[in-house]
């Protein structure tokens, strides 16, 4: 009998230890690291986009869910909620932040150790955050989608469609009054070059859009250029109805306004820039550093033109502009 208790009390002790192994496994396994992906945008606005970053992450061997983390945040637009948001992200001790869409500046007010990984619509350099292309240095880098040829370009591209245009007017968020002084100084520059008169807009909202239109109407504006800003991202229906209904030529500086129905864009692809912004944080999390990694340039750039956009105000397009369109949608 006390033969039989003790092999039961031994049996026990087997059992016990056996379940404390995998326990005991378990804890030393390396915590999952964590990205903080902080956008300016909608969830809805960047669903595309995050396809392309989860590609940028598997180049380095990373997926979402097995050896990495992503908390997800957006700023629906608002400008004033990034802070807070970039806040809760360093709060949260995460590995990497990512922004697109906007939040750089505020990101890099929050935290000085957490590498960010950005994609801007302006210049790195002139807007603070890095100190060359090449060498970053501190704990920034990422991708910029734009270039010094963008105003004159874009100008350019709306002078070819409606040639005898008096007016071109260009909106802006002077929320962002980095990147807001930038584009207004460089269109007007553009259009002093080439003698076209041209009028700054402001929108912070969706009412401002609203009446930045009805100002317009009221300038008799020939043609409008949308400037870069996450607000006009997630209003991009807004945006292309308003300008069907009062048929003014409208340009964008993505492809999605087109696809939306928009008359045309000309830029440099998102879908690349957030791609890239992924397998840099890929790269950091196995050890690079922000400061060492340059800062990537566009390379190439697309023109979409909606012919049925074009029907729809009565605007004409040359068949040698279709011709040197990247996509034409009929």
């Known amino acids: 009998m006390a033969s039989c208790i003790q092999r039961r009390k031994f049996l026990a002790m087997l059992g016990g230890g056996a379940a404390a192994w995998p326990l005991a496994a378990r804890a030393q396994q390396p915590a999952m690291p964590v990205i903080g992906f902080l956008s300016g945008r909608s969830s809805d606005t960047d669903a595309q986009f995050l396809v392309s970053f989860r590609?940028?992450?598997s180049q380095r061997d990373f997926v979402e869910g097995r050896n990495v983390a992503v908390?997800?945040?957006y700023a629906e637009g608002q400008p004033d909620r990034l802070p807070a948001l970039a806040a809760?992200?360093?709060r949260r001790r995460v590995a990497v932040i990512v922004t697109t869409?906007?939040?750089?500046a505020a990101a890099k007010a929050t935290t000085?150790?957490?590498?960010?990984?950005?994609?801007?619509?302006g210049d790195p350099i002139r807007e603070g955050l890095v100190q060359s292309f090449n060498r970053p240095g501190g704990n920034l880098t990422g991708v910029t989608t734009s270039y010094d040829e963008a105003a004159p370009k874009r100008l350019g591209l709306l002078r070819e469609i409606v040639p005898k245009a008096r007016i071109i007017a260009v909106l802006v968020n002077p929320n962002d009054p980095i990147t807001a002084n930038s584009e207004t100084d460089d269109m007007?520059?553009?259009?002093?070059s080439v003698g076209q008169q041209i009028e700054i807009l402001q929108a912070r909202t969706e009412g401002d859009i609203d009446a930045a239109f009805a100002r317009l109407v009221e300038l008799?504006?020939?043609?409008l250029v949308v400037a870069p800003f996450a607000i006009f991202a997630t209003q991009a229906h807004q945006l292309v109805a308003l300008a069907a209904r009062t048929a003014i030529p409208t340009l964008y500086w993505r492809r999605e306004f087109a696809e939306a129905g928009g008359l045309m864009s000309y830029g440099s692809s998102l879908a690349d820039a957030v791609r890239i912004v992924g397998t840099y944080a890929a790269r950091i999390l196995k050890g690079e550093k922000p400061g060492d990694l340059p800062v990537q340039q566009p390379t190439k750039f697309e023109l979409v033109v909606n012919v049925r956009a074009a029907k729809a105000i009565g605007l004409a397009i040359p068949e040698s502009f279709l011709a040197r369109a990247d996509e034409v949608i009929e």
């Not at 000085?112 to 619509?121: A, D, E, H, Y």
């Not at 008799?220 to 043609?223: F, I, K, M, N, R």
């Open 55 to 57: 590609q940028g992450l």
């Open 71 to 73: 908390e997800y945040r």
């Open 88 to 90: 809760d992200l360093v």
């Open 101 to 104: 869409g906007g939040p750089q």
């Open 112 to 121: 000085t150790s957490i590498p960010i990984v950005f994609t801007t619509g």
């Open 188 to 192: 007007r520059k553009a259009g002093r």
């Open 220 to 223: 008799q504006a020939d043609a």
